[in-house]
């Protein structure tokens, strides 16, 4: 199993990122799919989290809730993340998990900030 995530880097409060997931080494569309996050000195916290096949089922922290979407690619076996109106309290370390955490990629920071 292998998980590689991309797609950080330094945004403006109030920009957007999307970041990307790919998967390799399982039969990704079985599965569900997570994101978390961890800032130094902090537990890492599930942000957002999809179902497997089709990713009808989906669910956020309440902090991201309305500004975040993951959503997922199975025929690239890849699942993302659009993060808007970002905030610095968004900055972080970003994790893609599958399921809830039983496999892990290395993680891509986030930095918000002007």
Known sequence: VQLVESGGGLVQPGGSLRLSCAASGFTFSAYGMSWYRQTPGK????????????????????????RFTIFRDNAKNTVYLQMNRLTPEDTAQYYCARTIGDYWGLGTQVTVSS
């Open 43 to 66: 537990e890492r916290e599930l942000v957002a989290a999809i179902s497997g096949g089709s990713g009808d089922s989906t669910q956020y922290a309440d902090s991201v809730k309305g």
